[in-house]
């Protein structure tokens, strides 16, 4: 059974900067797509981030681009994701994503092409 677990998660000021890790149990596969959503109240879940644990391509939504660094251990089966320059509006639940075949490139924000999901972890940015 797949099992995604997410660390990490705190509160910090703007301008800061937090690390999420996501440990992945469960499955090795040596390509695979491993993402990270967010959530806030009231809002749709939408992509933040995601990789191909195979080739290492990576993928980011318009808003982290440049603050945001999505990474991968395949020795630990861990993928993590680094933010610098946190701003009040990333203030989100995050999730860990993961499914067993590549990004799809063009659709890899979507949350249906993701099976598996972790338990999430609350990021909260202060102005």
């Known amino acids: 059974q797949v099992q995604l677990v997410e660390s990490g998660g705190g509160s910090v000021q703007a301008g800061g900067s937090l690390k999420l890790s996501c440990a992945a149990s469960?499955?090795?596969?040596?390509?695979?797509?491993m993402g990270w959503f967010r959530q806030a109240p009231g809002q749709e879940r939408e992509g933040v981030a995601s990789?191909?644990?195979?080739?290492?391509?990576?993928y980011y939504a318009d808003s982290v681009k440049g603050r945001f660094t999505i990474s991968q251990d395949n020795a630990k089966n861990t993928v993590s994701l680094q933010m610098n320059s946190l701003k009040p509006e990333d203030t989100a639940m995050y999730y860990c994503a993961a499914v067993r075949f590549p990004c799809d490139g063009g659709n890899w924000y979507r949350r249906s092409k993701y099976p598996y999901w972790g338990q999430g972890t609350q990021v909260t940015v202060s102005a």
């Open positions: 990789i191909n644990t195979g080739g290492g391509s990576t």
């Open positions: 469960g499955y090795t596969y040596s390509s695979k797509c």
